[in-house]
């Protein structure tokens, strides 16, 4: 899967429309301390459903809308999205380049697209899900990243294989249906009971 382009509209340092395209091969990010490297890592973290403030390097989920300098005005809203490249359709979905967008207002709101259609962050989540991309995945290394895995336990790191792997989507569905089969019984135990009482 290639990251064709990301574009950041009011996302932490990053008021004014940008859009970063990455051409075949590796692209370095260069700049001096402070300048917002860091702050486009966060942006492919957030978009691809971050739910944390602490791991986006905040306090609360409004602190990544740009807030304002001495001679500029807070903004109201963040937006990022990504395009990635679909030719090989390692992503379940019928087009050639996927765009998603992650959008949050002041209020607290936020908004996910997939390809500009207003979707759940759970069908984000899925598409991403066992390609390595998704938040929990291992596409964005961070700083200290290595030395986590290293030293995590055991079962934190068998998570990182089974994304390798591509189990997890089957290992979420199995999870999902044991919920429902879980519901059913206790319908049915209700039902049960229903039918006791008129008995
Ligand atoms: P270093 O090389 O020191 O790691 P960096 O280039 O990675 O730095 P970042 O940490 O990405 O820099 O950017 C930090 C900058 O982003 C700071 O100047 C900070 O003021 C700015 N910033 C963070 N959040 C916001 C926000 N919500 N509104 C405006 N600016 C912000």
Not at 23 to 49: H, Q
Not at 54 to 65: A, C, Q, V, W
Not at 89 to 94: G, Y
Request: hydrophobic share 30%.
């Amino acid at each position: 899967l290639h990251l064709r382009k990301i574009e950041l509209r009011g996302f932490k340092s990053f008021a004014d429309k940008t859009e970063i395209k990455f051409k075949d091969g590796i692209t370095a990010i260069v700049g001096p301390n402070g300048s917002g490297k860091s702050n486009i890592s966060d942006a492919v973290r957030w978009v691809l459903g971050e739910q944390s403030a602490k791991t986006l390097r905040g306090s609360k989920m409004e602190d990544i809308i740009f807030a304002g300098t001495t001679n500029r005005k807070p903004l109201g809203m963040a937006e990022v999205s990504l395009t990635l490249d679909n030719e090989s359709n390692k992503l379940d979905v019928d087009y050639s380049e996927v765009t998603v967008t992650r959008r949050v207002y002041r209020s607290g709101d936020s908004e996910y697209y997939i390809n500009k259609s207003l979707c759940r962050l759970k069908d984000i989540k899925e598409i991403f899900m066992d390609t390595g991309v998704g938040i929990d995945g291992y596409s964005i290394i961070g700083q200290g990243k290595i030395d986590e895995i290293l030293s995590n336990k055991t079962g934190d790191r068998r998570l990182l294989f089974e994304e390798a792997a591509g189990i997890v989507k089957y290992r979420t569905r199995k999870q999902e249906s044991e919920r429902k089969l879980e519901n059913t019984e206790q319908n049915l135990t209700r039902v049960d009971d229903i039918i006791s009482e008129l008995e």
